[in-house]
């Protein structure tokens, strides 16, 4: 049975895009948001969040609980992802497998771990930590990458198996990292694929890059390019339906065109199940 139920395919919700949840008119499967822009005391974004809640499931995705960091894991932080928790009663939640501040001074990005057994362990624990805190299961999402660290044992996709596989929790497996990775480091995103078990996969994303000449960049302004849409069929053939996002967060489209990206992973996910349907 699988460790997370299958939403269909969501979009995250933004600013742009509030009046068609307050109108009722954002008819999408479910909705992800970033958890820290609704840990605020009141306003507008709760009001939004209550509405959509109430239209379909939401996910709460994190990006600055500071998992594999050497700080301790933020009290406060905790206590507000809490509270959002028991207000909304997210599908799942969700957080990034990185560092992003050191003495409580924030980077205000997403950087890669060294992919050590050191590594692991801390990051395991502290996963558990906040799985005990929060009384849940949750997921690790794969960020992309700039640079490499010579003292790494292991590739990254055997890091964030055994990450999953050591603290119980989930992989939200963003395809788009994968392939920007790839490009950047020089390793067959399929061997990523492959070296992940299909019964920890609880969500993915999709997304846009940009190319800077010498490496991609994780951008989010974009469309989802077309070698993406590739690797999602291979990831969809080998995980089966997975709850699929479109991240879109700069130079962010028009209502429709985010929910037509939506419906393109939808046809793409429906044409590889039936394909594999037809064989078996």
């Known amino acids: 049975m699988p460790l997370f139920s299958h939403l269909g395919h969501g979009i995250g919700l933004r600013p ?8 009722g008119t954002a008819h999408v499967d479910w909705f992800e948001v970033i958890s820290e822009n609704f840990m605020i005391p009141g306003g507008r974004p709760l009001e939004v969040l209550e509405k959509a809640r109430r239209l379909a499931p939401v996910v709460l995705h994190g990006v600055s609980m500071n998992l594999g960091g050497t700080d301790p894991l933020s009290e406060s932080h905790l206590c507000e992802l ?15 497998l990185c560092w992003g501040a050191f003495g409580r001074h924030y980077a205000h990005d997403l950087l890669p771990l060294p992919y050590t057994e050191e590594a692991l362990a801390h990051v395991v624990e502290r996963i558990r930590q906040v799985q005990d805190r929060l009384g849940r299961r949750i997921l690790v999402e ?22 999953a596989e050591e603290a119980d929790c989930g992989i939200l497996l963003d395809v788009n990292n994968i392939y ?28 846009g890059h940009s190319d800077a000449g010498t490496h ?8 989802v390019p077309s070698p993406v849409w590739s690797l999602y069929r291979e990831a969809v053939r080998r995980f089966g339906p997975v709850s699929t996002l479109v991240e879109w967060d700069d130079r962010i ?27 078996g």
């Open 82 to 96: 809490e509270r959002l928790i028991r207000r909304f009663d997210p599908a799942w939640v969700s957080e990034h």
């Open 216 to 223: 991609l960049v994780d951008t989010h302004d974009h469309p």
């Open 180 to 207: 920007v990775s790839a490009v950047n480091h020089g390793f067959a995103p399929q061997d990523y694929l492959a070296g992940l078990s299909p019964e920890r996969i609880g969500q993915m994303h999709l997304a």
């Open 16 to 23: 742009p895009h509030y009046p068609r949840v307050l109108d």
């Open 253 to 279: 489209p028009a209502f429709e065109e985010l929910v037509a990206e939506a419906d393109r992973a939808r046809t793409a996910e429906a044409e590889v199940i039936g394909i594999i349907a037809g064989v």
């Open 142 to 163: 794969n960020v992309s990458s700039y640079l490499t660290f010579t003292h790494s044992t292991m590739p990254e996709w055997t890091f964030l198996g055994a990450v």
